[in-house]
């Protein structure tokens, strides 16, 4: 079974910026959408930032202007730049694929932590 996995995760203060990566464990058939959702402490998981693979992006707007998501196809990986990072931004930050054979792919998740 293909998994994604995410990198990039961590501690750090409020203001700061974190990258976080993501690419399949395996081979996959065709990826078309890639997005990043986030779990906080007992909330529900959310959508973060998603882009199709022609390059349409979609952003919660508690993030926009402050996150970034970019994606390189040839690699099937997705990028998640966050600056201006705040307290409220905490949570496990899990990366998406769509991808045609496989269905939805999830990656076990990577801890964010923000300290004010």
């Known amino acids: 079974q293909v998994q994604l996995v995410e990198s990039g995760g961590g501690l750090v203060q409020a203001g700061g910026s974190l990258r976080l990566s993501c690419a399949p464990s395996?081979?996959?058939?065709?990826?078309?959408?890639m997005g990043w959702y986030r779990q906080g402490p007992g909330a529900q998981r959310d959508v973060v930032a998603s882009m199709t693979r022609g390059g349409r992006t979609n952003y919660a707007d508690s993030v926009k202007g402050r996150f970034t998501i970019s994606r390189d196809n040839a690699k099937n990986t997705v990028y998640l730049q966050m600056n201006s990072l705040k307290p409220e931004d905490t949570a496990v930050y899990y990366c998406n694929a769509d991808d045609s054979y496989y269905g939805s792919i999830w990656g076990q998740g990577t801890q964010v932590t923000v300290s004010s």
């Open positions: 395996g081979n996959v058939f065709h990826i078309n959408t």
